[in-house]
Structure formats: structure tokens, C-alpha cells
């Protein structure tokens, strides 16, 4: 069965400091699919990025980054000089290619809080 | 904004009542999904659709039900309810590939409906 963890349930930085959220998943499947959603405080669910299981390459987008490891089964989440507008909780989510559907399984969520 | 809507945006009800949560996806996603988030389940999958027809169903109660429209909007359907089914409802929709809302489709949510039941 597939699960995601999110063992960091919250975290508190002072804006522009670099922080990382981890996710590990797992899964029983070849190929599979990785989620980050953002939930700001208005609560709505926000895509952040996707990663499918045979591109292990790192992605940056301005100063978000994501560092994929399959040796150690994590998808970890970089934020970089962070801003108050960050504040929110993250998800990481998974699906898996056998499933009959596209189901999402979501880790817990890690809520981070940037203090100016 | 994702381009999927949700309404109501709140709902209070008491035991016992039903209600029904509507959903319109993106402009021409087949696929509609529902996710419940409740403070001690955590964001749940509920049941997907697509094109009309049930694709995937996870942990829905009996009480649940829902449906996809030839027009492709969605309704959740939740009866008889308790003081647990207090949460927050989204709809999630993604892209219409051949044979689509296969697994690695990306899903954009609605904003969510908050029910509250008292």
C-alpha cells in the first residue's frame, strides 16, 4: 500500500532563511508519480510541482526546489530565503501507476511559519 | 485560481440532514476527483470520476455517494449526517488525455466547501 509521511508537522523560520520540508513515500510500485501542494491560509490547495519516478533530476523554480532521492525513497522540499507569504502548509502527495484510477495519497502536511 | 469551482463555499447543517456539494472542473478535464480533509483523517480520496463514469473509489462511507453529469460537473451527495463528517470537501479535476485520469495527472483543486455539522 502506499503511504507519504511528512514527519515535520511544523516548522518556524525568520524570513529569509532556507528551509527544507521532507516527504518520504512508499510504494510498491515501478512507477509512480509525486505531488507538493501548497495550502495557504484561505485554505485552498495549490500544485506546486510533479515528478514522475524516472526522472530523479532536481528542479529549481525561482527559490523553490526539490530534491528527489529514490535510494532513500524522499522528495524533499527546499525553500529558499523565505518570505512571510510562504507561510502555509505543505503537502507532498503520491499516486501510483497501478492504481485503476489517479488517487492521491497525501502525507500529513507540514505547516511552516515564516516570522518577519 | 485553478479554474475548478466548488459551492457552496460553506455549509451548516444539522444531524441526520443531507446535502449535496457541487463541482464544475477545469474547461475540458474529464476527470473530477473528491478529497475530504478533516482535522484527524488528514486530505482523504474519496471517489473519481471520469467522462461520467466511476473510475476509483477510496474510503467513501455508504452514506456517500456522487455523480458526474454529462456536462461534466460533479455532485457529492452526503446523507444521514454526523458530527464527524464536519471537514473540508474539494473537488479536484485533471486533463482530458486519451483515455485520461490515468495516475500521474496533475489535479488541481477547487476551493473547497467547509461543512459544518451541529
Known amino acids: 500500500a502506499q503511504k507519504v509521511t511528512q514527519a515535520q508537522t511544523e516548522i518556524s523560520v525568520v524570513e529569509k532563511e532556507d528551509v527544507t520540508l521532507d516527504c518520504v513515500y512508499e510504494?510498491?510500485?515501478?512507477?509512480?508519480?509525486l505531488f507538493w501542494y501548497k495550502q495557504p491560509p484561505s485554505g485552498e490547495l495549490v500544485f506546486l510541482i510533479r515528478?514522475?519516478?524516472?526522472?530523479?533530476q532536481n528542479e529549481i523554480s525561482g527559490r523553490y526546489s526539490w530534491n528527489f532521492q529514490k535510494s532513500t525513497s524522499s522528495f524533499n522540499f527546499t525553500i529558499t530565503a523565505s518570505q512571510v507569504v510562504d507561510s502555509a502548509v505543505y503537502f507532498c502527495?503520491?499516486?501510483?501507476?497501478?492504481?485503476?484510477?489517479?488517487?492521491?495519497?497525501f502525507g500529513g502536511g507540514t505547516r511552516l511559519m515564516v516570522k518577519p | 485560481d485553478s479554474g475548478v469551482t466548488q459551492t457552496p463555499k460553506h455549509l451548516i447543517t444539522a444531524t441526520g440532514q443531507r446535502v449535496t456539494l457541487r463541482c464544475s472542473p477545469r474547461?475540458?478535464?474529464?476527470?473530477v476527483y473528491w478529497y475530504q480533509q478533516s482535522l484527524d483523517q488528514g486530505l482523504q480520496f474519496l471517489i473519481q470520476?471520469?467522462?461520467?463514469?466511476?473510475?476509483a473509489k477510496g474510503n467513501i462511507l455508504e452514506r456517500f455517494s456522487a455523480q458526474q453529469f454529462p456536462d461534466l460537473h460533479s455532485e457529492l451527495n452526503l446523507s444521514s449526517l454526523e458530527l464527524g463528517d464536519s471537514a473540508l470537501y474539494f473537488c479536484?479535476?485533471?486533463?482530458?488525455?486519451?483515455?485520461?485520469?490515468?495516475?500521474?495527472?496533475?489535479?488541481?483543486f477547487g476551493p473547497g466547501t467547509r461543512l459544518l455539522v451541529l
Open positions: 479536484a479535476s485533471s486533463g482530458a488525455s486519451a483515455g485520461g485520469g490515468y495516475p500521474g495527472e496533475t489535479q488541481y
Open positions: 510504494t510498491r510500485d515501478t512507477t509512480y508519480y
Open positions: 515528478r514522475n519516478s524516472f526522472d530523479e
Open positions: 502527495a503520491l499516486s501510483e501507476r497501478n492504481n485503476a484510477g489517479n488517487m492521491l495519497t
Open positions: 474547461s475540458g478535464d474529464l476527470s
Open positions: 470520476y471520469y467522462n461520467g463514469e466511476e473510475r
